[in-house]
T-cell receptor
Framework: NAGVTQTPKFQVLKTGQSMTLQCAQD?????MYWYRQDPGMGLRLIYY???????DKGEVPNGYNVSRLNKREFSLRLESAAPSQTSVYFC???????????FGPGTRLTVL | GEDVEQSLFLSVREGDSSVINCTYT??????LYWYKQEPGAGLQLLTY?????DMKQDQRLTVLLNKKDKHLSLRIADTQTGDSAIYFC????????????FGSGTRLQVQP
């Protein structure tokens, strides 16, 4: 089992460019999450998907969109990147909302 | 993560015990978690405690929960250099959004 995988590992964008961060899990988990981590701060929830076919906003959803493509995959899209979106992005999954979350290795994104 | 607070830094000597503290504000929290993050890596669940418990022990780790004061602590016995990392506490609230709220993390430095 690979667990939670994320691509790419690193990305540099110019302001205004768009990109999609990919996340996949092979644990047959129902719930998936996207977080961002900024220096000196804990992880903040961007969006989550409690189950296949549903998505909900988290604490900091502005500037992002998500797609729960199927049970395995949950992507995060930046339509028009801004320097404030420079961060490390983590995807996570869990069997259900009350269960342990397993994290991917993260994507380090820099927006110039 | 402003509702979950942790001190930023802790330094201990190898072999000593480490105690990392966390306070939270939501009395409806059902589960409280401790995650470990090593440099350049994702988060790894260390342990968790259900809100109706006062204490949980798991090998070198002891979690204490004071629900009245909304205070959570993680004690690491016989701290090793490999324990050097950032430790995050997180709460799962019993109402509202079914997702974790993280503290800003405590960096543990273990001196040989």
């Amino acid at each position: 089992n690979a667990g939670v995988t994320q691509t790419p590992k690193f990305q540099v964008l110019k302001t205004g460019q768009s990109m999609t961060l990919q996340c996949a899990q092979d644990m047959n988990h129902n719930s998936m999450y996207w977080y961002r981590q900024d220096p000196g701060m804990g992880l903040r929830l961007i969006y989550y998907s409690a189950s296949e076919g549903t998505t909900d906003k988290g604490e900091v959803p502005n500037g992002y969109n998500v797609s729960r493509l199927n049970k395995r995959e949950f992507s995060l899209r930046l339509e028009s990147a801004a320097p404030s979106q420079t961060s490390v992005y983590f995807c996570a999954s869990s069997e259900g909302w009350e269960r342990e979350q397993f994290f991917g290795p993260g994507t380090r994104l820099t927006v110039l | 993560g402003e509702d979950v607070e942790q001190s930023l830094f802790l330094s201990v000597r190898e072999g000593d015990s480490s105690v990392i503290n966390c306070t939270y504000t939501d009395s409806s929290s059902t589960y409280l978690y401790w995650y470990k993050q090593e440099p350049g890596a994702g988060l790894q669940l260390l342990t968790y405690i259900f809100s109706n418990m006062d204490m949980k022990q798991d090998q070198r780790l002891t979690v204490l929960l004071n629900k009245k004061d909304k205070h959570l602590s993680l004690r690491i016995a016989d701290t090793q250099t490999g324990d050097s990392a950032i430790y995050f506490c997180a709460e799962m609230r019993g109402t509202g959004r079914r997702a974790l709220t993280f503290g800003s993390g405590t960096r543990l430095q273990v001196q040989p």
